[in-house]
């Protein structure tokens, strides 16, 4: 773990860069409006640490009145329960035994479910949780759009149920219903009419469980980008949304509503850089490159600075074109930039930088980072 | 830092994953065919640690007859020389009170060297060496090609040197001359005329230098793409090249000599992902995403598995898709991928784990994993 890169109190200017910076005021506002809309849609909320890997946001969403959390990979359920969460939901099927091992043992200090598209690993999973004499929850995982993992809806899905609540040590919880590839598409009603699809598959599979006397506590599912339809639908009644924490400009690309872009959550995250070269009037050169963001969704913008664009991403590097209303950039200058995709983007790092009024306010490990097994 | 994915002896199939895995086999050829080819054409070679980030690899290099390592951040260089290298190149310009001190810390331990493309960088690491009580090495970065950091060749990388040569605390040792931008060009003529295009920038301000009298011992670039070229010009004495140990899809695409793909170095870096999912007979999901490789530069390819192909890359999953020839993929087999971009994939891991004839036979901590700063 590399060493912070500032302390408590520094201005931005103290900040040795590149760093992962947060604005506390947008994500604390990012934070209670999801709690606030869960809340009034009387659905719970289980925010996905996949995207912040870190305890101290976990805790602060559970304070707001999350249930707990989901996370993608037992490492990062390992980090999360070592940090004080009590409710985990590993959104993802658990393949391998040395992972069910690690899973299980989690389950001796808080409540832990996974999910499941196999009856062998229903069966595997069952065996992990006797041997350990811990009970796991399990979540049947289904098809709803996405083309990823999951057994397609209905009698499949009904299957798997019943044999999860004949294993001993494991208890049926629900069915997972993510629709990833809806998260993105480029209008609300795009993003409308894929849930709207999806609901059919959930609607058909828990009438089916209902009608055979498989009770259903939980649908969990949705993201940042749809999350009104699933909480609409009455179907689902967990919130997995994860990005709404920071924000990044795959999401600030997609439509919102009236014509405007999606705007429901704000920008709380940039990775903030220094320049360190201005060969030309026009070009600035910064010292974050893709080590420091995630660039598949296409190069960081540029926060705050009228005409400046980021022309160029190499591993150290990003080269900036200054256009010509912009104001000039002098060597030493910080530059905060909004990364593509904030996901990945955190997972470079080891710190957060909080700041608030200019100043730094707190430092938070990212103590899942890395925690991909 | 996260634990080790797997144990020494271990198979293949006892390896957590996602984890990053090195054909050792096929990186001590590397290794070895770029020393080898260096010692014959009568040039230094300074392997470039960005690719590596890791002092037991550097090592290595070195004990092959390299004269040290490059790298392009403070952070790195502490890593290298807390690891026993003992001369450092940072390959770019450092910027800040704070690094520059960093900097002049590690003089105590190991021989330094850094470049510069402005006076006023000169004189505030001159000064930063003086209070330290050190000596720094000083390259002038020269512009050619990439259109990124360094001055235009001639007269200003005259005045620059001469105003090292004059500032106490600061030694020129020579030019950087990197033309990043040639390293992927498509074809072996393209990048042999990039190189010669820089080669005119470099004879300028070398002839100019020798006219003037200013001694100029080094002229040091060149990467994995182009490094032949460099070698042979007369003009460069160091190579810098860094992917060779590694190589990736990215280098694999471009082409070599005779009409082939580029073959000079051999996959030895692979992401090594377990089958998580196998939802229909054409589609195989594995456990390793965005946050086990880089993706900028394509999704990676599937090795040695015929008609097996990456369609799709989200955080934590990777989609294979199987065609008619294809053997099927059962859950729980494990899956190499080649990575798009070595540098970034090696950024996002703590461990090397070195395998060969089937086992581990090495666990190297990626010490300088995250040394962004």
Redesign the interface.
Known sequence: ??PP?ARIGATLDEI????LVVDLDAFERNLRKLADFARKAGVRLRPHA?THKCPAIALKQIALGAVGQCC??V?EAEVLVRGGVKDILVS?????L??LRRLAALAKDATVALCF??A??VEATGAVARDFGVQLGALVEI?VGM?????PPGEPALALARLITKTPGLKFRGLQAYH?TAQHLPSVDEREKAIQTAAVAVRQTVDLLRQKGVACELVTGAGTGTHQFEAASGLWNELQAGSYVFMDTDYARIGGSNGNRFAEFEHSLFVLA??????AAE?A?V??G???Y???KGPPWVHGLADVETV??????A?LKLGPTAKPLR??DKVMLIPG?C??TV????WYVGIRAGRVEALWPIAA?????
């Open positions: 773990m590399t890169p040795d860069t590149p760093a996949k993608q990979k490492g993802n099927e658990v393949v391998g040395h992972k598209d196999a062998e690993q098809e083309q990823r993992c999951g057994v990833g220094t320049v360190m070269s201005v060969p070009r050169i010292d974050a893709l080590k420091s995630s660039a598949e160029g991403v190499s591993d150290e590097h080269k060597r030493g995709h996901d990945p997972n470079l790092h080891d980072r890395g925690a991909s097994t």
